[in-house]
């Protein structure tokens, strides 16, 4: 009437105009999704990172299952176990998506680097002749008021 549709031509006519999904965008779907699936079927630390967070998220939802807020933050705060708990959850977590995007993740060995290369400036302070008595004698003066102190 006077030009107006009627609310059904308007849905038939959307219902009509809508295409099917081109193959194009199926493809490029599989494409973009084939490197995770084959990473979460064939990367045994991925499994294991989700595995961890999903234990561990469950002893959290367990222990922490009808308690009201404040009750949480002060378990959270108190409750050694649940901290490490949730900080293993966490940490899977941050390692699951680290390796799901394809990063590497190291585990563990770059605190024995800090520590060799601070070992190494150290002898390097105290052995080279025109710093070694300067920095010596501060670490005296530093070890006196330490043990002075106390």
Excluded: C
Excluded at 17 to 40: C, D, H, N, Q
Excluded at 72 to 91: F, H, N, T
Excluded at 101 to 120: I, N, Q, Y
């Amino acid at each position: 009437m006077f030009g107006r549709k009627s609310r059904a031509e308007r849905l038939k006519e959307r219902a009509g105009s809508r295409a099917t999904v081109p193959i194009g965008s199926l493809a490029a779907a599989y494409a973009g999704a084939r490197p995770l699936l084959e990473r979460l079927l064939y990367d045994d630390d991925l499994r294991d990172n989700i595995r961890t967070f999903i234990e561990a998220a469950h002893n959290i939802l367990e222990e922490l299952s009808g308690e009201r807020p404040s009750e949480v933050v002060a378990r959270l705060w108190d409750d050694d176990k649940l901290r490490k708990q949730v900080e293993a959850a966490a940490g899977a977590a941050q390692q699951g998506s680290r390796r799901l995007r394809g990063e590497r993740v190291r585990e563990g060995g770059s605190g024995k680097w800090l520590l060799l290369l601070l070992g190494a400036g150290a002898a390097f302070l105290f052995l080279n002749p025109k710093t070694g008595p300067e920095a010596r004698r501060l670490a005296r003066e530093a070890y006196s008021a330490v043990t002075s102190a106390g």
